[in-house]
């Protein structure tokens, strides 16, 4: 599985990004997880949103209400909306699905494929 994000940038606190990430593989179906973590100088990796296949959807306690995770099933493509940036929302931002181990379980899913990431950058 190949992961590819696009959509990050610079903006002011406040306001509104949208990332994208295209799963291309040769599977005819897509896997049963993916999701949105982020990593801040110095700091962790940290799981944001992620959707499962039955449609379940799960977000971090500080994005809940400001963001929202959804996938686009035929274009093979997630979509995390980020509304209310602030400065703590700045950070590489990547996606996941269900790969093979190690694996970053988060919110019931093992991810074990990741995207090289796109940066998020929010200023006061």
Request: proline share 4%; with cysteine.
């Amino acid at each position: 599985v190949h992961l590819a994000e696009s959509g990050g940038g610079s903006v002011q606190a406040g306001r509104s990004l949208r990332v994208s990430c295209v799963e291309e593989s040769t599977l005819r179906s897509m896997t049963s997880c993916m999701g949105w973590f982020r990593q801040a100088p110095g700091k962790g990796r940290e799981g944001v949103a992620r959707l499962r296949y039955d449609g379940d959807i799960s977000y971090a306690d500080s994005v809940k209400g400001r963001f929202t995770v959804s996938l686009d099933y035929a274009k093979k493509t997630l979509y995390l909306e980020m509304n209310s940036l602030s400065p703590e929302d700045s950070a590489m931002y990547y996606c996941a699905s269900v790969g093979p181990p190690p694996r970053d379980t988060w919110a019931g899913c093992g991810f074990g494929s990741w995207g090289q990431g796109t940066q998020v950058t929010v200023s006061e």
